[in-house]
């Protein structure tokens, strides 16, 4: 399964240079503040019995500015397959109702619909 949503750096957890080794030991998504879309993409997977799914900013490492060592190596390399990644994925979870910002998760007030 593959995540599509709006990108927006405020609140969200990402892997970068300095994360890498932790993310790669265990990565607790419902522990991080600011995950709420990933958090529901990965409740989606459980609930519907896949378990593999692939989030760019969690796959790719991303650049931090606040790391002198960082650059965007990573995400040169990788960025070019996205569209493979995505055209090969079994599913893929469209936050198209989302918001930019990811504490909204992916699902919002259903109740203007009644």
């Not at 997977?45 to 969690?58: E, K, N, V």
């Not at 490492?61 to 090969?88: C, F, T, V």
Request: aromatic share 8%; hydrophobic share 40%; net charge negative.
């Amino acid at each position: 399964v593959t995540l599509s949503y709006r990108w927006s750096d405020e609140a969200r957890i990402k892997t970068t240079r300095l994360t890498l080794d932790s993310h790669l030991q265990a990565l607790d998504i419902g522990a991080h503040n600011g995950t709420n879309i990933f958090f529901d993409a990965v409740s989606v997977c459980r609930d519907i019995g896949i378990p593999f799914l692939w989030i760019d900013a969690l796959y790719i490492i991303q650049h931090n500015p606040d790391d002198p060592l960082s650059n965007h190596d990573d995400w040169a390399k990788e960025a070019k397959d996205m569209g493979r990644i995505y055209a090969e994925s079994a599913l893929t979870i469209a936050a198209t109702g989302a918001s930019d910002d990811p504490l909204n998760g992916l699902f919002g007030d259903r109740s203007s619909l009644a």
